[in-house]
Structures are given as C-alpha cells and as structure tokens.
C-alpha cells in the first residue's frame, strides 16, 4: 500500500507508520492501562479508589496513565471528583470482554500452573 503524499503519520512505540491500530495497542500495553479501565468499568473511582483497586500501584504512574488515558478520550474526570470511562472507553471494555471470557476458559485448562495465575499454588 502506497503512502498518500503529505499525509503525516506519527510513529509510536514498535512501529513506524503510526497506524491506529498499533497506537491502541501501543496505549494499552503500558503498565496499568488496561487495569485501570478494567477497574473503572463499574462506577467512577476517586484517584485514592482507584489505586487502592489497582494494588496500591504508584500514584506517579497511576496519574500519568489516567492523563494518557483522558488524553485518548476512554477516560474523564466526573463532576465528584471521580475517574469514569466516557463513552469510548465504555465501548472499548466492551470490546475486550469476550478476550476476557476467553482468558477465563483458557486459564482453567491451561496445563502449565505458571500460565494460570497468582491464585493457583506454586510448588518450588
């Protein structure tokens, strides 16, 4: 596929064209995005909330993927305060359910116990 002349792509992590594919999985794959709209699918979560559903992680890189996230336009802060999904994001979790119910099925028959989570026993 030629590129249209003058047309500008940004390029993102992993990938020179900027494709909006590879810049949503590019957003996605940072560290507590998909956490964080996971825990938001809900009901809005006040910033104290949120991290405490997210393991306490560090409010530095909580804030800065809730600022990339509102930036996306899958996030917003309400009126009291709290972090809800807009629109967009409520479409985009919905997208990842069935990825979610697959990842349910396949943990229960996943023969490696390594694969299948932290809530299984580990044996050393």
């Not at 028959?109 to 026993?121: K, M, Q, V």
Request: glycine share 10%; with cysteine; proline share 6%.
């Amino acid at each position: 596929m030629a590129k249209q002349a003058g047309s500008k792509t940004r390029s993102v992590r992993g990938s020179r064209t900027g494709r909006p594919i590879m810049a949503l999985l590019d957003l996605l794959g940072r560290r507590w995005a998909l956490r964080i709209l996971w825990e938001l699918r809900g009901e809005p979560l006040t910033s104290r909330a949120l991290r405490t559903a997210c393991d306490e992680a560090s409010p530095t890189v909580l804030q800065a993927r809730l600022t990339e996230l509102r930036e996306a336009g899958f996030v917003e802060l309400g009126d009291g305060g709290g972090y809800g999904l807009t629109a967009l994001g409520r479409e985009l979790c919905e997208m990842v359910m069935p990825l979610h119910r697959f990842a349910e099925r396949w943990k229960s028959s996943s023969p490696s116990p390594r694969l299948r989570g932290r809530d299984e026993p580990r044996s050393r």
